[in-house]
C-alpha cells in the first residue's frame, strides 16, 4: 500500500507539472513532456486492476454497441431496455401471464392491424402498408452455432478435467458457484434470477467504471487477504488431499 501511495503521488505531481503548478516556468520543452507523459504512462500500468485487466471496461466488454449499452454510453437506449426487460418481468411474476399467452395475443393484436389496414387501403385510395421481409442470415446462424459450440465444448473440457482431480482450485471455485446458484435456485424462480442476473450485468459494470480506482483499491485490499487465507488452508488441508495422477505420468 505504501508503493500506491507513492504511485498516486508522482501522479499528482506530474499532473501538476502538466498544468503548469509548482513549476517556475510557464511552459514545459517537449523532452519533459514526452518525459512526463512516459513517467505517468509507467506508473498507471502498475496500478492494480480486477481480474488482471489491461483494456479499458468498454474494450473488456467487447466494444461497439452492446458494451455501450450495458455503459449506458446513450441513456434514452439504455433505459428503454431495462424499462423493457422490467415490464416482461412484472407481467410474467407479479401479473401471473404466460409466454405462450402474451405470444399469441401478440400475434393477433398485430395481424388483426396489418390485415385491417390493408383492406381498408382500398377504400381510402392510399398504400397498403409496406411489411418488411424477415429472414435470418445464414453466416448470423452459422456463426451463432458456432460460438455456442465453442463455449460448450469448453464447459464440459473443464468439467472433465475438473474430474480427473488435475486442479483442486478449479474445483473448489465450480463447486462454490454451483452451491451458490442451488441456493439462489431454491429461493427464486428461473424468471427472477434471470432477471437479477440482467440487472446485475446492466448496473455493476456502468457503477464500476465510474468509481474504477476505488473499487480496485479495494480488491486489491480483498485479494490480498483472501490470498493469505488460502495458503493457510492449503497448507493445512489441501496439501494433504492426495491428488489423482498428472498428465506426464499418465502420458509414461
Not at 500500500?1 to 507539472?17: G, N, R, T
Not at 467487447?62 to 449506458?72: R, S
Request: proline share 4%; net charge positive.
Amino acid at each position: 500500500m505504501a508503493e500506491q501511495h507513492k504511485e498516486e503521488s508522482v501522479l499528482e505531481k506530474i499532473s501538476d507539472k502538466l498544468h503548469g503548478r509548482g513549476v517556475g516556468s510557464s511552459s514545459l520543452s517537449d523532452s519533459d513532456d514526452e518525459k512526463l507523459s512516459s513517467a505517468a504512462a509507467a506508473v498507471k500500468a502498475k496500478i492494480y486492476r480486477l481480474f488482471g485487466r489491461e483494456k479499458p471496461v468498454h474494450s473488456v466488454l467487447g466494444g461497439g454497441k452492446p458494451a455501450d449499452l450495458f455503459l449506458w454510453r446513450n441513456k434514452r437506449i439504455s433505459g428503454g431496455v431495462l424499462a423493457g426487460a422490467t415490464a416482461i418481468w412484472l407481467l410474467f411474476e407479479v401479473m401471473d401471464y404466460h409466454l405462450l399467452t402474451l405470444l399469441c395475443h401478440c400475434l393477433i393484436l398485430t395481424l388483426a392491424i396489418l390485415f385491417l389496414w390493408s383492406n381498408a387501403t382500398t377504400f381510402i385510395n392510399k398504400s397498403p402498408p409496406n411489411i418488411p421481409e424477415v429472414k435470418i442470415p445464414e453466416d448470423l446462424a452459422v456463426n451463432a452455432a458456432r460460438s455456442l459450440r465453442y463455449e460448450i465444448n469448453r464447459a464440459f473440457a473443464t468439467l472433465r478435467e475438473i474430474g480427473q482431480g488435475h486442479d483442486l482450485k478449479k474445483f473448489l471455485i465450480v463447486i462454490a458457484g454451483l452451491w451458490i446458484l442451488s441456493v439462489l435456485g431454491s429461493c427464486c424462480n428461473f424468471l427472477t434470477l434471470s432477471y437479477i442476473v440482467f440487472m446485475v450485468l446492466y448496473t455493476v459494470p456502468f457503477l464500476y467504471e465510474k468509481h474504477e480506482d476505488k473499487v480496485d483499491a479495494f480488491g486489491e485490499k480483498a485479494m490480498v487477504e483472501l490470498k493469505k487465507y488460502y495458503a493457510i488452508f492449503d497448507e493445512k488441508c489441501l496439501s494433504k488431499i492426495p491428488k489423482g495422477p498428472s498428465k506426464d505420468k499418465k502420458r509414461h
